[in-house]
């Protein structure tokens, strides 16, 4: 059998729109215009807020004896972490790598994922035994620096959540920092009415048992980020695309197009996707094709936002 391959390898997008390494054409300037120098600015003063926050939340913790504080101070350190691997991911984009390098340093966010949720999980589990104990043995609250700490942490979320108002909606990996704010900020209403509750009712059990239910929260995002970093680590396709679809549409796009086997298709790091496949035409000059490639490379990035295929032509 004579084959014939052409292979399409246009800049790779990131979530952040900005195309691989070494590219500055229309891509390079797409991303400039979304990521200006305010959205940094944006995420590197949640980040400074978040992190001050976090620590005055350990040492308010410490000092009011309060576990469910503590608790809200692991709650809001996921979302350090999720504020500084968008901020990562930003600064790295664009990045100019080794040619051996030859998709970035996209990799360096899902290592470092992959790491925080093994942190996370430890955490959790030295909170969720001293919960466990307290229960047991309940200790002596002191609601007032609890409420005042917790009041403070909940300032500072709405805070942070008014700076990344707006930016948000033209980032993937910043709306998903914005959503996990969103969700710390629920957990400091939480500690705020506990507080209260124990002042009005003396009944410290309170404390840990709202403790639990936070390091329940922390344990579903971070099984749900080891789950994700795992997947990508591993090279698996994507969980929202079936290789089987990806096969029938390239097959699908021109008539010439007679088979489409040893599709492979997985994900260099969050919503960066890549592609190989071998796709059977008539016997026609390697030039015919660029026509058909076209049609394949139109339908994979608008079906499956797949921007980096690599498609060898056969002749059958």
Not at 144 to 152: D, H, N, Q, Y
Not at 257 to 271: F, G, M, N, Q
Request: charged share 15%.
């Amino acid at each position: 059998m004579v084959r014939a391959a052409m292979k399409h390898a246009h800049a790779p997008k990131h979530a952040n729109g900005c195309p691989d390494g070494h590219d500055h054409g229309e891509g390079h300037h797409d991303h400039a215009r979304t990521h200006r120098a305010l959205s940094r600015r944006r995420l590197a003063l949640a980040i400074g807020l978040t992190a001050a926050m976090m620590v005055a939340e350990i040492i308010g913790g410490w000092l009011s004896n309060s576990l469910a504080l503590l608790s809200d101070a692991g709650h809001m350190f996921t979302h350090f972490l999720a504020l500084a691997l968008s901020y990562a991911a930003i600064r790295l984009a664009c990045r100019a790598t080794a040619r051996e390098k030859s998709f970035g340093l996209y990799r360096v966010e899902v290592l470092a994922a992959f790491i925080n949720a093994i942190t996370l999980v430890m955490i959790t589990i030295f909170l969720l035994n001293e919960a466990y104990q307290r229960i047991l043995s309940p200790a002596p609250i002191a609601e007032t620096e609890m409420l005042i700490v917790a009041a403070a942490g909940l300032a500072v979320n709405l805070i942070t959540a008014g700076i990344l108002m707006g930016a948000e909606r033209d980032d993937l990996n910043v709306r998903s920092a914005y959503v996990h704010m969103l969700g710390d900020t629920v957990s400091s209403v939480a500690v705020v009415i506990g507080a209260i509750a124990i002042h009005y009712t003396g009944w410290v059990i309170i404390d840990p048992i709202l403790s639990i239910v936070i390091c329940a929260v922390i344990l579903v995002w971070a099984a749900g980020i080891f789950r994700d970093s795992i997947r990508i680590l591993l090279e698996s396709a994507p969980a929202h695309i079936k290789v089987a679809d990806v096969a029938a549409a390239i097959k699908g796009c021109a008539s010439e197009i007679r088979e489409v086997h040893d599709v492979h298709v997985w994900e260099i790091t969050s919503k960066m996707y890549s592609m190989t496949a071998h796709v059977v035409v008539p016997d026609c000059k390697l030039s015919d094709c660029g026509g058909i490639l076209a049609k394949i490379n139109d339908v994979l990035d608008k079906r499956f936002d797949i921007t980096h295929a690599s498609i060898q032509f056969e002749c059958g």
